[in-house]
T-cell receptor, first 110, second 110 residues
C-alpha cells in the first residue's frame, strides 16, 4: 500500500501568514485528498484533487499536484488561529479505502 | 444530515470488561469504517463494511469484533483488551474519494 509523507511534520506560524505543507506518495494515484483534524477530534475532508488536475482552490486553500514528482502541496493563505490543527493527505488504496500520511501539525499563533 | 455520530465520547475499561462502541450515519453511505488512532499518528484502518458486509479486516486481533446491524449503524465490540489498545477510535462513512468522520471515542484500557 502507498502512504503519503507530509513535510514538515510540525509548523508554527503567526496569524495572517501563509502555511504550506507538502505530501509525497509512492505509487500512481487517481486522486489525492487533504483532511484536517482538530485536536482529539474526527477528521474533516477539505479538498480532493484528481490526477489530471494540477491545481485546485477552495476558499483560502490551494492544493497542487505534481504526478511526475508524486507530490502535492496544501497552501493555507492568511492563516487564522482556528486553522490550528493536524493536516493529513490521503490517497486511495484500492476501491474501498484510503491510506493517510503521517500528517503536519500546524500551530497558528494569534 | 452530514453528521456521523459516535458514542460514548470517552470510555475507560478494565482488561476483563466487555464494552461496545457505536456509530451512526444517515447520509445513505453504503461503506462504513473503523479506524484506530494513537497519539501523533495518522488513523489506521481496522475494518471496512460495504453494503452491511465485512469487506476488509486489516488483521485486527479478535478481541475487536465489528458488527453492522443495518446500513446506518456500526458497532465495535471490545473484549479482553490490552492497555496498548488505548487510543482514539474513529468511525467514518463514505468512499475512497471522501470520508465523513465521527468525533471519535477516546478509549482507555486499565
Amino acid at each position: 500500500s502507498q502512504q503519503g509523507e507530509e513535510d514538515p511534520q510540525a509548523l508554527s506560524i503567526q496569524e495572517g501568514e501563509n502555511a504550506t505543507m507538502n505530501c509525497s506518495y509512492k505509487t500512481s494515484i487517481n486522486n489525492l485528498q487533504w483532511y484536517r483534524q482538530n485536536s482529539g477530534r474526527g477528521l474533516v475532508h477539505l479538498i480532493l484533487i484528481r490526477s489530471n488536475e494540477r491545481e485546485k482552490h477552495s476558499g483560502r486553500l490551494r492544493v497542487t499536484l505534481d504526478t511526475s514528482k508524486k507530490s502535492s502541496s496544501l497552501l493555507i493563505t492568511a492563516s487564522r488561529a482556528a486553522d490550528t490543527a493536524s493536516y493529513f493527505c490521503a490517497t486511495p488504496d484500492g476501491y474501498q479505502k484510503v491510506t493517510f500520511g503521517i500528517g503536519t501539525k500546524l500551530q497558528v499563533i494569534p | 444530515d452530514t453528521e456521523v455520530t459516535q458514542t460514548p465520547k470517552h470510555l475507560v475499561m478494565g482488561m476483563t470488561n466487555k464494552k461496545s462502541l457505536k456509530c451512526e450515519q444517515h447520509m445513505g453511505h453504503r461503506a462504513m469504517y473503523w479506524y484506530k488512532q494513537k497519539a501523533k499518528k495518522p488513523p489506521e484502518l481496522m475494518f471496512v463494511y460495504s453494503y452491511e458486509k465485512l469487506s476488509i479486516n486489516e488483521s485486527v486481533p479478535s478481541r475487536f469484533s465489528p458488527e453492522c446491524p443495518n446500513s446506518s449503524l456500526l458497532n465495535l465490540h471490545l473484549h479482553a483488551l490490552q492497555p496498548e489498545d488505548s487510543a482514539l477510535y474513529l468511525c467514518a462513512s463514505g468512499n475512497y474519494n471522501e470520508q465523513f468522520f465521527g468525533p471519535g471515542t477516546r478509549l482507555t484500557v486499565l
